[in-house]
């Protein structure tokens, strides 16, 4: 696309012309971030647990994308670099008075300044949201990356630093575009058609002194370096084994004696105390006589104890460890699986091949490592 001139527009009253001022890369890097933020927070937001593995890839596109518009604020051509548009703070406050008071002074070709405050933000909102969500990821969910590097206690201060910072995201995108539609009231331009064409009309004798073209060699090359070195760390990283998910022998006795009735509970779904005295009271098993031979109760009952949630550190593990003391038996009695199950309806517990609620198999694909993992959830069809 060349700077042709249009200054036949109809709407022409100053003498002006376009000029090329976002280059492709810049306005293809603006255009994906919008499309891995909207992906980012329906499937963070709406829809249902099982579309992790989609937002976890905007989470990875989003870092790339980021990494990549550094680099070529450094290489870009000149409007994508950010030294075009770091100003002064004192710059920044009178440009936002223009703005509030729909006063325009100053014609800004690149950003202008209260758009480049926004855009520095964004960048750091954005790695503050991606590094804690590979935090949260790895020591929630025992996935990704930091799986064995990161404890559930990290995620947990992880996720709500990733839940705070997206609220403030959605308010700066919201803030973002009324500031375009502001800036487009005052000058009259249209900044999405810029952003998408590259070309924005500017008074006649605005035009840059210099006109720095892209090093896309150069950018290309540093990008590379970048991620040879930040995906060998990752890739280390990811070496290790997930933290706090043990290697379980199966059980032969445990499988065949207490899973007559219903699945082998993983043991890690359960404190020691309450496998202890589950144990201990068989023949009232929630109603069933359930007793077993001596023998087979001893050896139960060290494989439970062995395994019991305090052994692990998975977010099942973490969460079922505090029972309601009313039922220090259930799983499906303690407020974090209420919670997490409310919005199921009790026709959906009934359908085929689940039948109970107790029955975790039945959707969670992977209940056997005690992982469940989202993506591994799959509630079978009616009918
Ligand atoms: C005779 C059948 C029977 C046998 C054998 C049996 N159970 Fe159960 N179990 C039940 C019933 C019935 C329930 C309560 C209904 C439900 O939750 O599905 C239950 C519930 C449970 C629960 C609570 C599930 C929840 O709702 O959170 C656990 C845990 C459990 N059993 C473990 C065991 C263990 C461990 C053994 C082996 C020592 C065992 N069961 C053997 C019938 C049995
Ligand atoms: C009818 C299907 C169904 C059954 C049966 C079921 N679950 Fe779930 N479970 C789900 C769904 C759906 C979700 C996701 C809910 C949401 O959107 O937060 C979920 C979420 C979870 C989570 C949270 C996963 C995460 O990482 O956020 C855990 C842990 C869990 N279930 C454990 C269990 C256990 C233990 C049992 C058996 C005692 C069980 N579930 C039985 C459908 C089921």
Not at 226 to 242: E, N, V, Y
Not at 267 to 294: C, I, N, R, V, Y
Not at 304 to 332: C, G, H, S
């Amino acid at each position: 696309m060349s700077d042709t001139n249009t200054q036949n527009n109809k709407k022409t009253k100053r003498e002006s012309r376009m000029v090329k001022v976002w280059d492709l890369p810049t306005r293809a890097f603006h255009w994906s971030l919008v499309a891995m933020v909207f992906i980012g927070l329906v499937t963070g937001y709406i829809a249902p647990e099982w579309w992790m593995g989609l937002h976890i890839w905007a989470g990875y596109i989003t870092v790339t994308l980021l990494v990549f518009r550094l680099v070529w604020g450094v290489f870009g051509s000149e409007y994508a670099r950010l030294e075009t548009f770091t100003f002064s703070f004192s710059h920044i406050i009178s440009h936002m008075k223009e703005i509030v008071t729909l006063r325009p002074v100053r014609h800004y070709i690149g950003h202008n300044p209260s758009g480049a405050v926004m855009i520095f933000a964004l960048l750091l909102v954005l790695s503050i949201i991606t590094v804690s969500g590979l935090l949260v990821l790895g020591g929630e969910e025992n996935q990704g990356p930091m799986a064995g590097a990161a404890s559930y206690a990290v995620s947990e201060i992880a996720a709500p630093i990733h839940s705070i910072f997206v609220v403030l995201l959605v308010i700066m995108v919201v803030l973002h575009i009324g500031g375009v539609i502001l800036e487009g009231k005052i000058t009259g331009e249209n900044l999405v058609l810029s952003m998408i064409t590259g070309l924005k009309r500017v008074p006649e004798g605005t035009a840059p002194l210099v006109h720095r073209q892209a090093r896309p060699l150069a950018a290309i090359l540093v990008t590379a370096t970048f991620f040879a070195i930040g995906g060998s760390l990752l890739a280390a990283f990811a070496t290790m084994p997930p933290s706090g998910l043990n290697h379980l022998e199966p059980n032969k006795v445990y499988e065949t004696d207490c899973g007559d009735c219903h699945l082998p509970y993983h043991p890690s779904l359960l404190p020691a105390k309450s496998w202890e005295q589950m144990m201990a009271t068989l023949d009232d098993h929630f109603g069933e006589d359930a007793t077993l031979g001596a023998d087979s109760v001893n050896e139960i009952t060290t494989y439970l104890v062995n395994n019991a949630a305090e052994k692990w550190d998975t977010e099942a593990a973490n969460r079922f460890k505090n029972i309601d003391p009313e039922y220090p038996m259930q799983i499906t009695k303690t407020s974090y699986w209420i919670r997490k199950h409310h919005e199921i309806s009790p026709e959906t517990f009934k359908i085929k091949g689940v039948g109970v609620k107790s029955n975790c198999g039945g959707c969670h694909t992977d209940h056997y490592t005690g992982r469940f993992d989202d993506q591994k959830i799959k509630i079978p069809k009616a009918k």
